[in-house]
């Protein structure tokens, strides 16, 4: 019984720590997804700027959009700097390495100690760590990425750059998610283009002093942001997931309890019974 009474109490010391956590990954988990409603607009903007540039301008050239050989692949892989998230690290982290195995030579910039960790055991290249930023980034911290991932791009040291995230959905849903981020590609797919003729694609748009002036102005922007979006995404995630995974937690451990103080009272009603009998048989045993 008092191995019962001891279990119980530490089971209910964990509940009552997974219990704050939760309550503390719900506050974080709301300002988060209130930042992300705020920044979405903002990054969508410049995206579809850049991209209307790339599909509605003929002839466009720019170093950060133009392909050239895939000799080597960057990642920049966003994780978590603490686990107790469920299966937010290791998601993001397996579709980071799947994506990865259709590609000769890689290396990795890493955001959050997970994914550091994770890399840095497996002995894989990376050109840069950036850490305890992964619950509240700013967009300080995504020009730094940007600007790592720009000059390693033009520098030769990667020839195309992908970002892998999660996406968040909902309260309940978030997605990890792999993007290109250099060279820029547009989203129009060729069918479309192929419909308008060049003379069209003119009148739709002019640039001033140039298409590539613009670009050279915008692109940089659009890398941050992109990266910064993808930052409060996953922010917003891991709170939702930590939140989930510390509610899972509280309900277990409050089974566990009920199920320990079941056991506790039956052991306390046969240890009754027992000493009932024993006062019974010492009372006969007497007379």
Sequence with gaps: MQDIKRRIRSVNSTKQITKAMELVASSKMKKTKERLETTRPYFNAVGDAVNDIISHTIGVRHKLIT????????????????????????????????????????????????????????????????????????????????????????????????????????????????VKLLPLESEKNENENTQIEEAELKELMSYEPSPEAVLSYLIPKYIDSTIYGALVESAASEQSARRIAMENATDNAEEIIDTLELKYNRARQASITQEITEIIGGAEALS
Excluded: C, W
Excluded at 71 to 92: C, Q, W
Excluded at 115 to 137: C, L, M, Q, V, W
């Design 67 to 178: 392909p050239r050989e895939i000799k080597k692949t960057g990642y920049i892989v966003i994780s978590a700097d603490r686990g107790l998230a469920g299966g937010y690290n290791s998601n993001v982290i397996k579709a980071a390495t799947s994506h990865m195995k259709e590609k000769n030579e890689v290396s990795v910039i890493t955001i959050g100690q997970k994914a550091k960790g994770f890399f840095k055991k497996r002995n894989y290249d990376i050109d840069g760590e950036f850490t305890h930023i992964s619950e509240d980034p700013t967009y300080a911290d995504a020009q730094n990425i940007g600007r790592l991932a720009v000059e390693l791009y033009n520098q030769g040291l990667v020839d195309e750059v992908n970002l892998v995230y999660t996406e968040f959905v909902s309260t309940i849903s978030y997605n990890p998610k792999v």
